[in-house]
């Protein structure tokens, strides 16, 4: 069966320091991956998605960067956070195919930028 | 233009009553699917239901029902016999485009907060 694994749950991180978030899939080939972070109380916002290795698309210009290093493998990163970096980053998958059209979305992290 | 609009502040229902939670959209695209996902405190994203633009009848999932109205851009989401555990914020989703366009993507409206009475 197909599961997605994201860590950390939570994160607090200083003003300034670097971030990687990490977000895995298992049970599947060739998975279209999306980022996408959750100001608190407001949507979903779409920051970046891969429809594979080394393919980022970037929804929004901002602080962080995306990976995909691997077929499974997508990373969200930053150099330097910011305070307005804080919220809620999910992961997600889907498959491009009829017949399939369901977005699996991971646990979550909740960052808090200090 | 907001491609997904909810509207409802939040809303409140009764145990074991309905509950109707709006959804409207706008997409030139005639190919299209609408979802619904429930996020409790918890944060993780659930998935509840989905509606592809070209489906003759509403969907149903269980205690889930969507009610699709394409002339009126709308995709409602009716929850019958409400549980106390369906408190929770609640998003409306569209993709446009066919699902088998790779580059297809979800895009969320700001989401209902849903709290049930006992």
């Known amino acids: 069966s197909q599961t997605i694994h994201q860590w950390p749950a939570t994160l607090v991180q200083p003003v300034g320091s670097p971030l990687s978030l990490e977000c895995t899939v298992e049970?599947?080939?060739?998975?279209?991956l999306y980022w996408y972070r959750q100001a608190a109380g407001r949507g979903l916002q779409l920051l970046f998605y891969s429809i594979g290795i080394d393919q980022i698309s970037s929804e929004v210009p901002q602080n962080l960067s995306a990976s995909r290093p691997q077929d499974r493998q997508f990373i969200l990163s930053s150099k330097k956070l910011l305070l307005s970096d804080s919220g809620f980053y999910l992961c997600a998958w889907s498959v491009s195919r009829q017949g399939s059209y369901g977005y699996t979305f991971g646990s979550g992290t909740r960052l808090t930028v200090v | 233009a907001q491609k997904i609009t909810q509207t409802q502040p939040g809303m409140f229902v009764q145990e074991k009553e309905a509950v109707t939670l709006d959804c409207t959209y706008d997409t030139s695209d005639p190919s299209y699917g609408l979802f619904w996902y429930k996020q409790p405190s918890s944060g993780e994203m659930i998935f509840l239901i989905y509606?592809?633009?070209?489906?003759?009848q509403n969907a149903t999932e269980g205690r889930y029902s969507l009610n699709f109205q394409k002339a009126r851009k709308s995709a409602n989401l009716v929850i019958s016999a409400s549980q106390l555990g369906d408190s929770a914020m609640y998003f409306c989703?569209?993709?446009?485009?066919?699902?088998?366009?790779?580059?297809?993507?979800?895009?969320f409206g700001k989401g209902i907060t849903l709290s049930v009475r006992p």
């Open positions: 049970g599947t080939s060739n998975p279209n």
């Open positions: 509606q592809g633009s070209y489906d003759q």
């Open positions: 989703a569209m993709r446009e485009g066919l699902v088998s366009r790779a580059n297809s993507k979800l895009t």
